[in-house]
Nanobody, 117 residues
């Protein structure tokens, strides 16, 4: 199973970025989403979406980030709007195979997002 991410970069506060993550090597899964990890901090959940398109967001991104999934392309997207310096982190895509899984089963390699003026 492979998760390939793209779309990271450097932007100024208030700007937008869209991350993409495409999965291959698996047939059928429960959910995909994103964690992020800032320097010196633990990895924190950002948002996740099921293949039925039920979405969940953590409070610090709710109203600014939008997660979506293309079940045909097996790709999840994270549209990040109104970016703030505190959004700076490495963003990791993840996949959960079963609804009963507590922790992610697979991870992407990570993509850097930097928000700075």
């Amino acid at each position: 199973v492979q998760l390939v991410e793209s779309g990271g970069g450097s932007v100024q506060p208030g700007e937008s970025l869209r991350l993409s993550c495409t999965v291959s090597g698996i047939f059928g899964f429960h959910a995909m989403g994103w964690y992020r990890q800032a320097p010196g901090k633990q990895r924190d959940l950002v948002a996740w979406i099921t293949t039925l398109k039920n979405t969940n967001y953590t409070d610090h991104v709710k109203g600014r980030f939008i997660i979506s999934i293309d079940n045909v392309k097996d790709t999840v997207y994270l549209q990040m709007n109104s970016l703030k310096p505190e959004d700076t982190a490495v963003y990791y895509c993840f996949l959960k195979v079963l609804v009963s899984d507590i922790d992610p089963d697979y991870w992407g390699q990570g993509t850097q997002v930097t928000v700075s003026s």
